[in-house]
């Protein structure tokens, strides 16, 4: 079992346990940290040389290298992503530690062509412990099967910060400051080919300006030599019908970009499968 599904179903006793109860048990109050079981070595290793056994007389063919070098570069990622994960569980560095239930690193593609980033997580995110699981995220999941994107298959999901504020309001500064070293983090790992900013306080915090969405959008950015586009937040759609022709055409824009940067992108894409 992986450590994120470990997480996962920590999250949801500890949500089943608070509705039954109505109370938060103390047992609770602090995350555990989790660790993907250990692969079963031996049996692996026995499996690999009964494949290979007729080509045991010639020497190791340099495919063999090339796929045993993807398989520990890509787990090792696994890796990373879960320390990053596990670290955000614990972190206490700002005072939404003191109110959220659960911790919402951000989840999809492990070779994203596209990182969505949002502003924090809001009721339900908190109490699942995944972002863009309410009513803006099945919106936001249509925007992104609408050219070709999804969370399942090449885009990834996260937000600047990682525990909900309270009432939704936007995080404070020092909060989105305290938690950006995660967002770094993840951008370092995933190298997503573009950065797609839903909101102002995504595009605010990722690009350090004042400015708003109205004047960000229909241009790209750059984040250390990564693409970066801005439009409306899927919540800011539900609420104003008249912003829906614009993010359109806002997600138009970004496709062609993908397009440019990386023409069979759309290959890639499956549709999204609910956790
Ligand atoms: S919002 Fe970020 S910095 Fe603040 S407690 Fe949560 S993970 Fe830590």
């Given at each position: 079992m992986t450590c994120q599904q470990k997480q996962q179903i920590y999250n949801l006793l500890k949500t089943a346990a608070d509705s039954v109860l109505g109370f938060r048990v103390k047992s609770f109050d602090t995350t555990p940290v989790f660790y993907d079981d250990p692969l079963p070595a031996p049996q692996n290793l026995q499996e690999q040389t009964d494949l290979h056994e007729p080509s045991l007389a010639a020497p190791a063919a340099s495919s063999d290298h090339s796929s045993l070098d993807f398989s520990t570069v890509h787990s090792s990622l696994e890796d990373s992503i879960c320390n990053l994960k596990n670290q955000i569980s614990a972190c206490s560095r700002c005072a939404l530690a003191k109110t959220r239930n659960n911790t919402v690193p951000g989840t999809g593609s492990l070779k994203p062509v596209v990182l969505v980033v949002g502003e924090g997580p809001g009721f339900e995110e908190d109490r699942q412990g995944l972002p863009f699981v309410g009513p803006a995220g099945q919106l936001l999941d249509k925007m992104l099967a609408a050219i070709s994107l999804s969370r399942s298959s090449n885009t990834y999901i996260a937000n600047i910060v990682k525990c909900r504020p309270p009432q939704n309001r936007d995080p404070y500064p020092e909060e989105a400051e305290a938690c950006s070293s995660f967002l770094q983090a993840q951008i370092a790992l995933l190298k997503p080919k573009a950065i797609l900013c839903v909101g102002s306080v995504a595009a605010k915090n990722l690009?350090?300006?004042?400015?708003g969405v109205s004047r960000l959008r229909g241009s790209f950015y750059q984040y250390h030599n990564i693409p970066v586009a801005v439009t409306y937040h899927p919540s800011a759609l539900l609420r104003s019908q008249d912003l829906k022709r614009p993010a359109w055409e806002d997600l138009k824009q970004f496709r062609l970009k993908l397009l440019e940067l990386c023409p069979d992108y759309e290959s890639s894409c499956q549709s999204y499968v609910s956790h």
């Open positions: 690009l350090k300006t004042e400015a």
